[in-house]
Structure formats: C-alpha cells, structure tokens
C-alpha cells in the first residue's frame, strides 16, 4: 500500500526541524547507501549520530506514535531512527530497491515500509517527486511539508532530479509485525471500516464488536512479535 499520512508534523513543528537542519552539517549521501544504489544516489544527509538527526528523529517518532494512521497502515514493530537528507538543483536519487536488513547500534531489523517525511513547501523547489512503481504503474509523489508518504520497502523507487530550489526530507524505515504488504493492507481497510462504523452505529454495536473481533484474530494469526 501506498498511504498519504497527513500533518504528522505542525507547521511550528516543521518550521523547528528547517532551522536546526540549516544550521547541521550535511555529508555525502552515499554514506548510508548500500554498493549497489551508492551508484544511484546523489545527495546530502545529516550524519546519523548527530545530535540534531537524534532531537528531530525523536521528534517526528513521538508524532508518529500518536498518529493513528500510520499506525494502523504500519503495524510497527521497530521504526528505524529518521535520517534527514536534501536534494539541491541537480541531484537526484535513480530507480533502486531499499536495502532489506538495517542496523540501528547493535540492533539488527528488516526494512518492510519505506517512510519520507517531507520538509519542504511544494512551491519552493521543481523536481524531486518520490516516484514509486507498484503493479498499477508509477506514482509520483510531492506532498505538502509535514505530511508523509508510506509505502512497501520492496518497491522500485527513484526521487527525480531537482531542477529548482532544493527538497528537504526525513526518511526511514519500518519493521512490521506483519511482514506483508497484502495482510497489512487487508488490516488497514478492515481497521478503517469498523472506526467509520462505529461512528454511525457505536463502539458497542455487536457487527461493530464482531469485525474488532475478526481484525484481531487475524492479527494474532500473522503478527510476528
Ligand atoms: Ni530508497
């Protein structure tokens, strides 16, 4: 699933993370690439035991916990701490697939959601869509600031060259206690059905009562915690 999340961070919270990050030092993104897609990538990043990449990276993981959205699209287990890059004119990001194991420290866990958290106004730079290919084709994405996108780690994805101004972001990773795309996505639709039902009818509707119950027996089934 491809999924919008809308106003993880406020614009206060948004306009906070531009001004630490304008005052960070940025390195060559290939750092935290694998060898393959080192190829591919042409940007800056924060470095990843900064103290600015740990404050704002703590930041966003407190919105994101109390984001019901992307909890329920995300199913998360561990969410890898957010890294920060930047695009200027000219750089830009080639078709790759995100590497499948990550280490955070000394913890080791599986990439299945691929996380951009976008920092930029839309209106300040040309270029730099995220562009995820699925079974349906290509979708280009270029979200307000504050707003993420969430989709399946495994996908063919590509950031297009910025022709104007530069594209700020915080990406990273998520391991789910579903492992796949199609379960997590049944569980989100079926999560989504039964809060807009309880809306109409009531938390304590026994069809209501019945679907939480079907949700959670099948996330008993196929949760790996
Ligand atoms: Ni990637």
């Known amino acids: 699933m491809l999924l919008h999340v809308k106003g993880v961070l406020t614009p206060d919270q948004v306009a906070t993370c531009r001004a630490k990050l304008s005052a960070a030092s940025w390195v060559d993104g290939r750092a935290t690439a694998g060898e393959q897609s080192a190829r591919a990538k042409r940007n800056l990043q924060v470095p990843e035991e900064s103290d600015v990449a740990r404050e ?82 290509e979708h280009a994405v270029k979200l307000p600031a504050g707003d993420l996108i969430l989709y399946p780690a495994s996908s063919l994805h590509r950031v ?31 999560d989504n059905t039964i809060q807009a039902l309880s809306l109409t009818v009531g938390q304590a509707d026994p069809q209501v009562v019945a679907l939480a119950g079907t949700y959670n027996n099948l996330l008993r089934m196929w949760a790996e915690v």
């Open 160 to 190: 297009a060259p910025i022709t104007r101004g530069a594209r700020w972001s915080s990406f990273f990773w998520a391991q789910s206690m579903v492992r796949s795309d199609e379960r997590r996505t049944l569980l989100h639709d079926l």
């Open 56 to 137: 704002l990276g703590d930041l966003i993981l407190g919105s994101l916990g109390r984001n019901p959205p992307f909890v329920s699209a995300a199913l998360p287990l561990r969410v890898f701490p957010p890294l920060f890059n930047r695009y200027d004119v000219g750089q830009a990001f080639d078709t790759h697939v995100d590497n499948a194991i990550r280490f955070a420290g000394p913890v080791r866990f599986r990439t299945d959601i691929s996380c951009t958290l976008f920092l930029t106004d839309p209106a300040d730079y040309d270029g730099g869509e995220l562009i995820v290919e699925d079974a349906y084709g």
